[in-house]
């Protein structure tokens, strides 16, 4: 029985020392040394790093994922705001003018083409996170010179892909391909974009970058060009319509005018020189008697139709398309009526190859 009664005191000592050495093991926990501002200076050099810091209570509402998650993004967000404010800096120093021989120039490319927002997503972030409590701590941080690597080569990669876009486009602009050209220039749009970021990005961390590193007179001159074309292509696609139209002897040019509308609505315009066009619509129509029947006169009009496509001229299109009018007062009226209604027949083919 003293054994036993020996045993449970020894049993209940031996609990209690496990309890006070995980409580003291507990309260010894130290935080970690980035939650301290003179800490992160000395470790995070400015030179070297991009740094943001933030903490937060977490609400009633929230869980614990939830928080950390938007303490973290606060802490990015924080890191963006370091580099918005390095860029404006930087737009002010270039935005002055300066003496080349006795000539002004005005060094404001920067600031006409640089722009990041404080929601800007940064490649190569690191973000720690800290619970301690009812507190979530988060530090983010990105090495400058590793982002500057990445941000130049990915600044190379996407002007050649403007470049591959805009020498496509110009091709196809030659080859009086304007729908395809004008879609292939709209491609180089959100590229522009994200140049504009990474030269932004690259200014802010890379103090000593040249116009040339940036690539700025390049990028520059490529979006001059782009908004030149898309400017030209506005114009829309040129047809060249040239008809021979006969309502029983008399010439008209019915079904052409009627062409032209629909075409004009589907971003065509015309030309009279055929040699500026990119299309050439060439149509033969004559007109001949059917019935008459219960006081109402039957014509048909015949038309044959063919499209090439310039400037070489292929022949891409040939059909021969039949319309009956109908009118009260004679033949000749209602194969007028035919001419009117056989414009949109002809206009549903060709626009399949003019759109295409």
């Given at each position: 029985?003293?054994?036993?009664l020996t045993f ?11 309890l ?11 935080d ?10 000395e470790?995070?050099p400015?030179?070297i790093y ?9 609400n009633?509402?929230?869980?614990l994922a ?13 890191l963006?705001?370091s580099i ?14 300066d003496m080349i021989g006795?000539?002004?120039?005005i060094?404001?490319?920067f ?20 619970v301690?409590g ?11 010179y590793?982002?500057i690597?990445f941000?130049?080569?990915?600044l ?13 486009a ?5 080859n009086?391909e ?8 709209e491609k180089t749009?959100?590229?522009?974009e994200?140049?504009k970021k990474?030269?932004?990005?690259l ?5 000593n ?5 940036l690539k700025?007179q390049?990028t520059?001159?490529l979006?001059n060009e782009?908004?030149?074309a898309?400017a030209?292509l ?6 060249f ?6 309502v029983f ?9 009627g ?6 609505e ?8 055929e040699?500026d066009?990119d299309?050439?619509l060439?149509?033969?129509a004559?007109?001949?008697?059917y019935?008459?029947?219960?006081n109402v ?15 070489s001229?292929?022949?891409?299109f ?7 009018g ?8 209602a194969?007028?009526?035919?001419c ?6 002809i ?5 399949i190859w003019?759109?295409?």
């Amino acid at each position: 029985m003293k054994t036993e009664l020996t045993f449970k005191k020894f049993y209940q000592f031996f609990i209690l020392l496990y309890l006070l050495f995980s409580y003291v093991h507990v309260s010894a926990q130290e935080d970690p040394a980035w939650l301290m501002e003179s800490w992160r200076m000395e470790h995070y050099p400015s030179n070297i790093y991009i740094k943001g810091f933030a903490r937060d209570n977490k609400n009633n509402n929230e869980t614990l994922a939830e928080i950390t998650e938007r303490v973290k993004n606060m802490a990015r967000s924080n890191l963006s705001e370091s580099i918005l404010s390095s860029v404006k800096s930087v737009n002010e120093s270039y935005s002055q003018s300066d003496m080349i021989g006795d000539n002004e120039v005005i060094s404001e490319s920067f600031k006409a083409e640089i722009k990041i927002s404080t929601d800007l997503e940064i490649n190569g972030i690191t973000v720690d996170t800290y619970v301690k409590g009812n507190i979530v701590y988060a530090f983010a941080y990105a090495n400058k010179y590793e982002l500057i690597g990445f941000y130049k080569a990915n600044l190379n990669l996407q002007v050649q892909q403007i470049e591959g876009h805009v020498n496509t486009a110009k091709e196809l602009e030659g080859n009086r391909e304007k729908v395809k050209a004008k879609d292939e220039f709209e491609k180089t749009l959100p590229v522009f974009e994200e140049v504009k970021k990474a030269q932004g990005i690259l200014t802010a961390i890379d103090k000593n970058i040249s116009e040339d590193g940036l690539k700025m007179q390049k990028t520059m001159s490529l979006y001059n060009e782009v908004m030149q074309a898309k400017a030209r292509l506005a114009q829309g696609i040129i047809v060249f319509i040239s008809t021979s139209e006969d309502v029983f002897g008399e010439k008209v040019n019915l079904i052409e005018n009627g062409l032209k509308a629909i075409l004009a609505e589907n971003n065509c315009s015309f030309t009279t020189i055929e040699s500026d066009a990119d299309w050439k619509l060439k149509l033969d129509a004559t007109s001949r008697e059917y019935n008459y029947s219960n006081n109402v006169y039957f014509s048909y009009v015949d038309a044959e139709v063919k499209l090439f496509k310039a400037p070489s001229d292929k022949h891409v299109f040939q059909d021969e398309i039949s319309q009956k009018g109908a009118h009260s007062k004679s033949y000749g009226t209602a194969a007028k009526k035919a001419c009117d209604d056989i414009s949109k027949a002809i206009s549903e083919k060709i626009l399949i190859w003019i759109n295409n």
